[in-house]
């Protein structure tokens, strides 16, 4: 069945709303014209990040070859101009839109293949080198929609996209451990004597310090993608300063439970959300 743009672009957003929902408010801040290309590229990147981890108990290997067959069909898309596939067809569209680099998707395919062979990352250089393609290249690929008005820009939104993915990972702690994986650096646990209580799920005094230490960790890269907002139109500035108050609320949020990400999963309330995106509607 052949689907249509619009269908496909609703397709992406509804990705975005369903999986993302601190992103997808703070998107609600673009200029309508330009939020279904934001969607388009989340859209893209959710959809491959569920043939990663949540396709139930398929196999690993049919996961790789799943995730291989879309790199293949994406790029095959990219060659013709177009796609009839349901999230590829928006995402084609938008590629030719704004002229990304395919070298963008080819970096962050890579980085989602590393999630089936690498399960700890040894030093937090070498996350930086998973988040090359798993963060910081969304920064990029997202920058040229928010037209910047210089070059400087490119750092900030790869440190926005670091900041959100390590946001990411220190929420979902709990999560990660039942696909066996720590996207703490082992370095760290270790220094911090925390791997007792990282396996056992336990909130010791030995993690809050872990925790205390990437938390302040992230909110340096959160401090530089802040330097790149002045270098973005209204209206795009507006959306990046909702993304850095939302997002960074998670971090407030995993604060004030005393750590713990293991019990539940910390969330920014629904009301928190809507206000901080009417409040910057009206600036």
Not at 38 to 66: K, M, N, S, T
Not at 203 to 222: A, G, K
């Amino acid at each position: 069945m052949t689907v249509t743009l619009e269908e496909s672009y609703a397709r992406c957003r509804e990705l975005n709303r369903r999986y993302g929902t601190t992103y997808y408010w703070s998107t609600a801040l673009l200029p309508k014209v330009k939020r279904h290309h934001v969607h388009a590229l989340y859209g893209f990147c959710r959809y491959a990040d569920d043939i990663v981890d949540d396709l139930g108990p398929v196999p690993v290997p049919e996961r790789e070859q799943a995730l291989a067959a879309l790199g293949r069909q994406l790029f095959a898309d990219l060659e013709r101009g177009h796609s009839d596939h349901p999230v590829l067809k928006a995402v084609i569209h938008t590629v030719r839109a704004f002229d990304l680099d395919p070298e963008y998707f080819r970096r962050f395919l890579a980085s989602m293949a590393m999630d089936f062979t690498v399960e700890r990352y040894p030093r937090f250089e070498d996350l930086l080198i998973y988040m090359d393609g798993s963060a910081a290249v969304i920064g990029e690929m997202m920058l040229p929609i928010l037209e910047p008005t210089s070059p400087a820009a490119n750092q900030a939104a790869r440190d926005l996209g670091i900041a959100f993915q390590l946001t990411n990972f220190w929420r979902d702690v709990g999560e990660d451990l039942e696909r066996g994986r720590w996207y703490l650096p082992v370095e760290d646990v270790s220094r911090f004597g925390a791997g007792s209580a990282l396996q056992g799920r336990q909130v010791t005094s030995e993690w809050v310090d872990l925790m205390r230490f990437e938390i302040e960790r992230t909110r340096t890269y959160y401090s530089s993608a802040e330097q790149g907002i002045p270098l973005l139109p209204a209206t795009s500035a507006r959306c990046i300063t909702g993304a850095l108050v939302l997002y960074g609320g998670i971090l407030e949020r995993i604060e004030a439970a005393g750590y713990d990400v293991f019990s539940a999963r910390v969330r920014v309330p629904a009301w928190r959300k809507l206000a901080t995106t009417a409040r910057l509607i009206r600036l």
